[in-house]
């Protein structure tokens, strides 16, 4: 299947190379899936990868919580995320000014050198999407900066007019892959996507087949809503990682989005 078929507008008006990349990944595996890759042993995370590698179509990650960490490790972890034709996200949620924001994409953990993407609250001005760039920069690569405009957790303080301004800053920035949306309240992201236009991404965590509360003020929405509401990608952590065959969890979550995409009106 062609990207462009698929993806209609968002395809014909991307400008992004990344985006284009995850566009074109997601055709291939058939799957809008991205793994929240949420274990804390690289054991765990080698052996998620292995089993849901093929029905996923990015991989997200918590660098910092890995309880057994190292360098080594974490650098074959990322090429077998690359073998399995993976775009790497790091969900680092920077925050600070932009030079700060550029340093802590590299330090101990070297961001910049291995994501394709990371996320990041607009809190502190526009500058952190120069920053981040700049990250990539400095080593010769380039990234996508996903805002959050919308978060799933309950009592956020992300309210409707933050949301706006997020949006408005961020469509203009080529650096700007895109917006992070609530996948757990399909109307919500409804707005969001009007707000956004056809060009950029939106991509969603919240989403689970068991719909309710979380842990810990979590909530979930249904996966086929927040497609057809104009979700890009839903971000799946334990409904995958927590399964008692994450294989099988995947390839269910791949195919109910893929199907939801096929359905909508782009
Ligand atoms: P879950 O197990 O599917 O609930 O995992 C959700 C993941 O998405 C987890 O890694 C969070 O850090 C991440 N997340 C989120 O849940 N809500 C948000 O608004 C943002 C990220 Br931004």
């Known amino acids: ?18 985006a284009r990349r995850y566009m074109e990944v997601a055709c291939r595996k058939q799957s ?26 990015a991989l997200k990650t918590h660098v910092d919580l890995v309880d057994d ?40 953990y070297d961001i910049r050198s291995w994501s394709d993407l ?25 990234g996508g900066v996903l805002l959050l405009a919308q978060m799933s ?4 303080l992300l309210h409707p007019n933050y949301t706006d301004e997020v949006v408005a800053n961020g469509c203009n920035h080529p650096g700007v892959f895109g917006f992070i949306g609530n996948g757990s309240r399909p109307d919500e ?6 707000k956004v236009g056809g060009e950029k991404m939106i991509w969603t965590p919240g989403v689970n087949l068991a ?13 086929r809503g927040a497609v057809l509401a104009g979700s890009d990608c839903i971000i799946v952590g334990s409904g995958i990682h927590r399964s008692d065959n994450p ?18 009106e782009t």
């Open 153 to 156: 957790s309950r009592g956020n």
């Open 118 to 142: 990371v996320t990041a609250h607009l809190i502190s001005g526009p500058d952190i999407v120069d920053g981040l760039q700049a990250g990539w920069s400095d080593v010769g690569r380039s």
């Open 189 to 194: 992201l409804a707005e969001l996507r009007s």
């Open 247 to 264: 294989e099988k969890s995947a390839k269910e979550y791949a195919d109910a989005f893929w199907n939801a995409l096929l359905e909508r």
């Open 32 to 57: 809008l899936v991205c793994l929240a890759a949420d274990r804390n042993t690289m054991a765990g995370l080698f052996d998620l990868i292995e089993s849901v590698g093929p029905h996923i179509a």
């Open 69 to 108: 960490w190292d360098k080594d490790s974490w650098s074959k972890f990322c090429s077998a995320a690359k073998d399995a034709d993976l775009l790497i996200f790091e969900d680092r949620k920077f925050a600070d000014i932009g030079k700060i924001s550029r340093n802590q994409m590299a330090g101990v």
């Open 1 to 18: 299947m062609m990207a462009g078929d698929v993806w209609g507008k968002r395809w014909s008006n991307s400008t992004s190379e990344i």
């Open 211 to 223: 719909v309710g509360d979380g842990e810990m003020g979590q909530r979930y929405g249904d996966s």
